[in-house]
């Protein structure tokens, strides 16, 4: 069974930090890119941040200089460190790998169940 299981979301107040996490599950493989997605009520889903397989990351202009996303390859988990919280940021957080599942030969996107971030005074 394919599964993505995301943890670290919370209602905290603006300039506090959360940490993210998102673990694939096993028989995933050939992972290349895995990353974080955002979508606010009324919103279009947008990309907060990705990381390749090579280490190489991107960022939305938004978020630059304030997340930073990693990876830990052994454990199929990807993490999303957010410092310096502001309103805009609330949404809520999916995260997405990029693989095969067991045998295939295709590659595409499993995404995790989505976690509630909440920035508010």
């Known amino acids: 069974q394919v599964q993505l299981v995301e943890s670290g979301g919370g209602l905290v107040q603006p300039g506090e930090s959360l940490s993210l996490s998102c673990a694939a599950s096993?028989?995933?493989?050939?992972?290349?890119?895995m990353g974080w997605y955002r979508q606010a009520p009324g919103k279009q889903r947008e990309l907060v941040a990705a990381?390749?397989?090579?280490?190489?990351?991107t960022f939305a202009d938004s978020v630059k200089g304030r997340f930073t996303i990693s990876r830990d390859n052994a454990k199929n988990t990807v993490y999303l460190q957010m410092n310096n919280l502001k309103p805009e940021d609330s949404a809520v957080y999916y995260c997405?790998?990029?693989?095969?599942?067991?045998?295939?030969?295709?590659?595409?996107?499993?995404w995790g169940q989505g976690t509630q971030v909440t920035v508010s005074s």
């Open positions: 096993r028989d995933i493989f050939d992972i290349n890119v």
């Open positions: 997405t790998v990029q693989g095969r599942f067991r045998s295939s030969t295709y590659t595409r996107n499993y």
């Open positions: 990381i390749t397989s090579g280490g190489t990351t």
